[in-house]
């Protein structure tokens, strides 16, 4: 069973990387416990059809992310179809996300990579991804252009491969750093090495998935982008920017 990076990594030397990993470590058991944990798989997709789909989520709803995917798979039954399909068919497939001119011609010079690289007329199933460590297994997907860590991660962790490398979407992003696990100035992808070290070394793929679908659920059920419901939230003694707001006014003098 393949577990997370060991916290021998660079960003777990820091000096305050105990206690951030001991308030990941708390604010996961709360979480899991106020959304319900273990949370149950979404997909059962395979690697490739997952890293297609994840390639098309990129800052869409997922109502219409699925639809463009569904879209897609209806027009273009095998992913070769859709590799050497002209592009403008592909775009018209997957108009229900946002930046089709985008992502079509992405998605298909994405297939045509692995096409290449496995040496094979159809692009291969990526299933040997099962086979690497999870830093290496990253790495492969990532050095394709226009795969990123998040899709990396999620073709890793919500595919068939069940592969525990965590994927931080901006809810989670958004938790992760208002509860100072990251700085304020950390993007998404670089919070994905800073926010994976803090989880413990042995853990597989259920437990990553429910601290990633834990902080997720916080961040659309509580922590939103624009007024935060802090006075209610589970985890804000752990929560620097929600205590912050949630301080009595200091009382003007008469």
């Known amino acids: 069973m393949k577990s997370t990076a060991a916290t021998t990594s660079p960003e777990a030397l820091t000096a305050d990387f105990a206690p951030r990993q001991a308030k990941a470590l708390r604010v996961h058991e709360q979480l899991c416990a106020e959304y319900g944990a273990p949370f149950r798989f979404f997909s059962t997709k395979d690697p490739l059809s997952e ?26 039954p095998r992913w070769e179809d859709v590799r050497d399909a002209p592009t403008e068919a592909v775009q018209q497939a997957i108009r229900a996300c946002t930046w089709p001119e985008q992502k079509a ?70 938790v992760a750093q208002r509860l100072a696990l990251i700085g304020p100035k950390v993007g998404e992808g670089p919070a994905h090495k800073l926010l994976e070290a803090l989880l413990p070394p042995g853990w597989d ?30 985890v804000l003694r752990e929560c620097p920017f929600g205590q912050a707001r949630v301080a009595p006014s200091p009382i003007s003098p008469a």
Not at 51 to 76: D, I
Not at 208 to 213: F, L, S
């Open 205 to 234: 793929a259920q437990q990553v998935y429910d601290h990633h679908e834990a902080f997720m659920f916080h961040g659309q059920k509580c922590c939103y982008f624009s007024t935060p419901a802090c006075s209610r939230c589970v």
């Open 105 to 174: 011609p992405r998605i298909q010079a994405v297939l045509r990579e692995i096409s290449a690289r496995c040496g094979t007329d159809a692009p291969c199933a990526l299933d040997f991804l099962a086979e690497m460590p999870v830093a290496e297994a990253r790495a492969w997907l990532e050095s394709i252009s226009g795969v990123g860590p998040k899709t990396s991660a999620a073709t890793l962790l919500f595919s068939t491969l069940r592969i525990p490398a965590m994927p931080v979407d901006s809810h989670h992003h958004r």
């Open 51 to 76: 890293l297609v789909s994840a390639l098309l989520s990129h800052r869409t709803k997922n109502a219409e992310s699925h639809r463009a995917y569904q879209e897609l798979r209806a027009t273009f």
